[in-house]
């Protein structure tokens, strides 16, 4: 990432960085507004810490506050305060890996029978998750109960484990200021047994969910914002259930995501621009139009100039991850979602579509045909 990638100037900063070096540094740029916009988890922690500091020298810090945004990068006290504010969550169990690795020798050997107890009282498969870690490092499905003694023997960290909920992935992002909530459209993320959350396809808006059950979740969402006093862009995670017609909230990103871009060309309405005018985030109305997330194969010369010539291709990007995955990205939009899945069509016929997001594809499609 470099100068190219920016409309503005930007200065890089090294890792080792203290909170105090930062803050000068920051405070030398005589800011009007400085928005948080970093991720994973740990670095909107980061900011969130920079932002106290910065509010007592009368810096206009967009940022969540401190202990907000330690409890969502926990997802084990997340799921408790979720539970508390009424919304539906998985059965979850937490493993302390201090006490599973025998570094508190008296418990080590009794605390892995009473989670074995405690695990009996889930269904399987269970999905088990780091505490602390984002952006799905660390997840493992496990289908039995061989498997997660098996698993829990190698835990040296903390984890949760839930019960795997079979259903639609879904995202969706707010933008809260004071008592303002604002609510990006609804994303339909795709499962499989990749849990590599970037290798699908993504798309909105999506209305798959009963209104009436979309609204009383938005009403919870709001009230979980409120509640934690939330100043800037926050994204949920949910999955909808829909044998048992209900919505669970699986975690919470204090954070902007990789679901931003895609949401924001939906809606029509730029997170990163409502976050620089937060103060009109009241006033903001969407105009929604179907837009599609597909990776692609690698591309040659050849294959950008084919696809610069499609009028509903919006942006080709190359994405660099935390974990050294690259991966070629393309949003495509139209008023029609029948379009959208044309073009996804026609890439395939140049090529470009590999075979588990055409998979997706095909059942994004049939599930059109049926609506």
Known sequence: MGKKDFCGEFEHFENSLSLVELADKVLSWNPDVVISISIPDNNALRDAVLADYLKIKGVNFIAHPIQSTLLLSNKWETTKYLKSMGVSVPKTVYASGDLIS????????????????????????????????????????????????????????????????????????????NENV???????????????????????????????????????????????????????????????????????????????NLSSLISGVNSYTLLGQIEKIDIMVSKERYVAEVPLRKLNDESIEKIKK?????????????????????????????????????????????????KECLMLNEMSQSD
């Not at 926050?234 to 990789?258: H, K, T, V």
């Not at 660099?320 to 393309?330: A, D, F, R």
């Open 102 to 177: 025998n570094r508190v020798d008296s418990y080590s050997s009794i605390y892995v029978d009473v989670l074995i107890n405690e695990l009996n009282n889930l269904e399987f498969p269970l999905i088990a998750k780091p505490l602390w870690d984002s952006m799905s490092q660390g997840i493992k499905i496990l289908k039995d109960m061989e498997e997660t003694r098996s698993f829990l023997s190698t835990l040296t960290v903390d984890y949760i484990f839930q019960e795997y909920i079979l259903g639609e992935l879904l995202g969706i992002e707010t933008i809260t200021h």
């Open 182 to 260: 604002y609510f990006q459209p609804l994303v339909r993320k795709y499962t499989s047994e990749n849990l590599v959350p970037f290798d699908h396809l993504r798309y909105g808006p999506y209305n798959g969910i009963p209104k009436v059950l979309l609204d009383r979740m938005k009403k919870k969402i709001r009230n979980v914002c409120l509640d934690l006093k939330l100043n800037g862009s926050i994204e949920f995670e949910m999955i909808y259930d829909r044998n048992a017609n209900n919505i669970y909230i699986l975690e919470i990103n204090p954070r902007i995501s990789g679901m931003t």
């Open 310 to 358: 499609i009028n509903e291709i919006e942006s080709i990007q190359s994405v660099s991850y935390h974990t050294g995955k690259q991966q070629v990205k393309t949003l495509i939009a139209s008023d029609s979602l029948s379009q959208v899945i044309k073009t996804i069509f026609l890439l395939n016929e140049y090529g470009l579509i590999p075979n588990n997001i055409m």
